[in-house]
Each structure stands twice: as C-alpha cells, then as structure tokens.
C-alpha cells in the first residue's frame, strides 16, 4: 500500500485561503469516507483537524474545511494565520486490508 | 481528561528488539482500539498497526513494512498497550506514537495522540 500523495508545500499570505490535496486509489480515498487531516509540529503530537472527509472535532475552527471529489481528497485552510505553519497530513481507511495509509505530507507556510 | 503515554525507546542495534509500552487514562480501555504511528527522521506519517478491543475480537493489523517483525498486544488489566519490534532494522528509527480515539464518532480516525517515544537502531 503506497502512501497517498500529497505536495511537498503550499504557502499564502495572512488571510488567504490555502489548499492540500491528498491522492489515492479506489482502495482508500475513492473508496470510504474516512479521510482524516492531521496538523503536525515536529516534536508534538499530531492534531486532528478533520474526520470522515468532512466533519470537524467540537470546539476546533471552522476555517478548517475538508471534501472529496473521486480519489482525491482536500483541505482548505481558509483566512490564514501564522499559527496554521506546519506540516499537514491527510489519512485514510482502507478497508479490504483493514489498514490505514497516511499521505506524504504538505508543509504550510505562511508568508 | 483521555491520555496516552508511551515509554520504552532507546538506543539498539540492527537486529535487537525492543518493546513499547503506551499506558492510556481517561478513557474506557477495554472498548478502546489502538493504533501505533511512526516518523523515521526527515519523512512523513506513517500508520503501522492497530489493536482492536477485545469485545470485537482483540485482532490486530499491521502494515506491510512491519508485518512478521512487529506485533501489537494490550493487557486490560493494566490499560496498556505493547508493541513488540523484532529483527530491528536501520529504517526502523524514529518517533513512535500511540494514537486512539475518544469516541465512536472518530471511529476511522485518531483524536487523542501521545507524545512519542523515540527508538534508534544503529548499524
């Protein structure tokens, strides 16, 4: 199972809206609506952002926004902050091997 | 307030094993699936295996990468998680988190997070 593929960067100014996309197969993305984003900074513990392609864990900003079109899933970050820089991981269930596959990471720079 | 806690990193070499722990609070351990999540230095993410909980079957899953060398297991009794690495290779280094859900509703996903216990294996 390869990891779902992601861009390297994506960068915007304060304010802008920014957005990762994240690209797999039938077997994951396409497949299942459990896509799942993920805020990193090196050294802590990753943060979930979105679940289930969609939806937002209570009381998190709703600047965070996530959908999928076919095999590839996005997040939008929209009206940028400085605190929004880091690394972004999207994750999805892939339900005939029972596993889950993360993609490559996209890290967010704000300018 | 739900937490996880892994300990049992270190300095190893090629070849050795090693065994995680991740000691969870908060939640209620026995419906409680676990998985376990990597960062090799300078790389992405990377999903390794889940635990079910016992009252749905107590199976395990790994990835290709660790499949036959890692096995996940958990003791109820003391609400801890184990993963057990064997035949330890270079690649194998970097920070493993435990990783779970505090909810039915993040069944596919991973909402409460460790801070991760960093294994090194040397040539």
């Known amino acids: 199972q390869s990891a779902l593929t992601q861009p390297r960067s994506v960068s915007g100014s304060p304010g802008q809206s920014v957005t990762i996309s994240c690209t797999g197969t039938?077997?994951?993305?396409?497949?299942?609506?459990?896509v799942s984003w993920y805020q990193h900074h090196p050294g802590t513990a990753p943060k979930l952002i979105i679940f289930?392609?969609?939806r937002r864990p209570s009381g998190d900003p709703d600047r965070f926004s996530g959908s999928k079109s076919g095999n590839t899933a996005s997040l939008t970050i929209s009206g940028l902050q400085a605190e929004d820089e880091g690394d972004y991981y999207c994750?999805?269930?892939?339900?005939?091997?029972?596993?889950?596959?993360f993609g490559t990471g996209t890290k967010v720079t704000v300018l | 307030e739900v937490q996880v806690v892994e300990s049992g990193g270190g300095l190893v070499k090629s070849g050795e094993s090693l065994r995680l722990s991740c000691a969870a609070s908060?939640?209620?351990?026995?419906?409680?699936?676990m998985s376990w999540v990597r960062q090799a230095p300078g790389k992405g993410l990377e999903w390794i295996g889940r635990i079910k909980s016992k009252t749905d079957g107590g199976t395990a899953e790994y990835a290709a990468s660790v499949k036959d060398r890692f096995t996940i297991s958990r003791d109820d009794s003391k609400n801890t998680f184990f993963l057990q690495m064997n035949n330890l290779e270079t690649g194998d280094t970097g920070v493993y988190y435990c990783a779970t859900r505090s909810g039915l509703q993040f069944a596919h996903s991973f909402d409460i997070w460790g801070q991760g216990t960093v294994v090194t294996v040397s040539s």
């Open positions: 908060g939640l209620t351990f026995t419906y409680a699936w």
């Open positions: 289930d392609v969609t």
């Open positions: 039938t077997s994951d993305v396409g497949g299942y609506d459990h």
């Open positions: 994750c999805s269930y892939a339900g005939s091997q029972r596993i889950y596959v």
